[in-house]
């Protein structure tokens, strides 16, 4: 008989995936830490019995959280990322050799030392890479005492807006965000799934919210297996760049890097959203 780890994506609908063994399983002061091995995913851990990151489809939601910013403004040189205990997402960042200062600041240590032991995948190198800051603190305190206009790019890779998660969906937050980022600065923030309603209602929060506070507003989609309705969405708010219309392909291709999901092509079409989608965010 296989095990399965199971997660309940709306009232009447629950994924589950198949493990082998469970790596480790620990109650942190913020929330429930689980990680398990298993076959078609690899190893993956939850937090709060919600997936986070698994060894399959990581490279999905990591490229898209990180180089939608870089083509659209390859100048950036210092980026925040709030949360991403994982590694995943710095370990993208860290890869512009033209970023001079990462500081990521993560309310849980512990996802990140258990991420080194059981995700090398994500984790790995870099806490050492000399550009980096690790933080672990709340993001919405870091942002309220961060200097105006310190950084050009913050990235938001955070939970649901459960739990420590709550506070980086606010207003307030994402008006401090705005007073940290420099004049040419980008957010990149969770914007969940437009499918189950719960979910739907936290993207339509988020937008309405952010449209009111950055120039630039918009919404993009890409396809995350493993997360509910495997329909997932980021927000890309912009004081100067708009990410159609200001994406520089020729300039994002001469950094040189290969990535297994993202592409200039892709890029454009991530920010067509279907009608349903866009229905529901135009609504106030
Ligand atoms: N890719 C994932 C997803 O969408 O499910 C997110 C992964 S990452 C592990 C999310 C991280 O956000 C967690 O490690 C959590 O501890 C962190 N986090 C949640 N609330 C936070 C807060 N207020 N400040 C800093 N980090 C926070």
């Given at each position: 008989m296989k095990k399965y780890y199971t997660e309940q994506w709306s009232e009447d609908c629950q994924f589950s995936i198949a493990y082998e063994e469970k790596l480790h399983s620990e109650a942190s002061p913020f929330q429930q830490i689980d990680f398990y091995k298993g076959e078609e995913f690899g190893t993956f851990f939850t937090l709060d019995g919600l997936m986070m990151?698994?060894?399959?489809?990581?490279f999905v939601y990591h490229d898209m959280i990180t180089h939608p910013a870089f083509a659209t403004n390859?100048?950036?040189k210092k980026v925040l990322i709030i949360g991403g205990g994982d590694g995943g997402t710095a370990r993208e960042v860290l890869r512009?050799?033209?970023?001079?200062k990462v500081v990521m600041v993560e309310i849980d240590e512990l996802v990140f030392r258990l991420s080194q032991k059981y995700l090398p995948?994500?984790?790995?190198?870099v806490e050492e890479d000399s550009r980096m800051e690790m933080i672990f603190d709340d993001g919405l305190a870091y942002v309220q005492n961060a200097p105006d206009a310190s950084f050009d790019l913050i990235l938001v890779?955070?939970?649901?807006?459960?739990?420590?998660?709550?506070?980086?969906?606010t207003t307030a937050f994402y008006q401090e965000c705005h007073r940290v980022l420099s004049a040419e600065g980008i957010l990149i923030n969770q914007h969940e799934s437009p499918y189950f309603a719960e979910y739907a209602e936290n993207m339509r929060k988020a937008h309405t919210k952010i449209k009111k506070i950055f120039d630039i507003a918009k919404v993009y989609q890409f396809h995350m297996p493993?997360?509910?309705?495997?329909h997932w969405l980021f927000g890309f708010a912009s004081k100067k760049f708009d990410p159609i219309q200001n994406v520089q392909a020729e300039a994002w291709s001469n950094f040189g890097l290969h990535t297994k999901y993202y592409n200039t092509d892709l890029h454009v079409g991530a920010?067509?959203?279907?009608t349903f989608v866009k229905e529901k965010l135009a609504r106030e």
């Open positions: 990151v698994n060894e399959k489809d990581e390859p100048n950036i512009y050799k033209s970023v001079e995948i994500t984790a790995a190198g890779d955070s939970t649901d807006p459960i739990s420590v998660g709550e506070g980086l969906f493993t997360y509910p309705s495997g920010f067509m959203l279907p």
